[in-house]
């Protein structure tokens, strides 16, 4: 009776559990603050257009493809607001979303981003101009995230790895690192706490500002093609790659 009692409650709890995590609260903050210096281009890179629309509109459609429920907030320096807005009217892009200001560094604009977000859930964080993240990498960083607190995106190396010291250079074991991309999902409550501390150079991420509070970072597998486009050669695939019918 006592084994059969603890089965009932466990599937009890499973069936609660599961349906609050089937309804948890999801976000997105895309920070989008380039200036387009590395593009060679007088426009800032996520407002350049590939396959007919700006590369920042790319970025928030891959969400909604994700969950037509989610919650984006967009960061942007102030002075673009006005523009970004214009270009939406110009291409009928209504996606919902809501357009914030950012800060003088990354850390002060995904705080701007927080900051407006009142709700629970979990929130992913991620670059304007990775337009590419697959859905099925999108979902897998929010389950995890949700059962552990964070998710970190990032894919293993390719190339070999040296690095760099005062005589020279050693080789390292290009398996012991990866490359760390977006999104990285958090449990609300644990971002916010970790923004709350005083910024530091060290905190290139979201990931490393979690990990000064003592939490232990969960990697997820990413994906190639979840390419940050930063330069002109970058521009050239992620056109072929459109055409490809992705």
Known sequence: MKTRWLFIRRVFCFCIFGLMSVNTQ??????????????????????????????????????????????????????????WK?????????????????????????????????????????????????????????????????????????????????????ALDRDMYRLVQTPQCFQLSLLRQAYQLPEEAAFTDDASVLERLGEKINLVPGAYENLKITTPEDLIWAESFLQSGN
């Open 26 to 83: 999801e976000y997105a903050i895309l920070v989008a603050g380039g200036s387009g210096t590395r593009m060679q281009s007088h426009l800032p890179k996520q407002f350049i257009s590939i396959g007919g629309w700006p590369i920042l509109m790319h970025t928030i459609q891959r969400f909604f493809s994700y969950n037509p429920q989610i919650k984006v907030v967009v960061v942007l320096p102030a002075d673009q607001i006005l523009f």
């Open 86 to 170: 214009q270009l939406c009217t110009e291409n009928n892009f209504t996606l919902p979303h809501q357009v914030v200001a950012g800060g003088n560094s990354r850390f002060a604009s995904v705080n701007n981003g927080l900051a407006v977000i009142t709700g629970e859930g979990v929130v992913a964080v991620h670059d304007g101009v990775r337009p590419f993240a697959p859905v099925n990498i999108i979902n897998e960083a929010f389950a995890v995230a949700a059962q552990k607190g964070n998710a970190v995106v990032a894919v293993p190396l390719k190339e070999s790895i040296r690095k760099i010291t005062h005589d020279g250079s050693q």
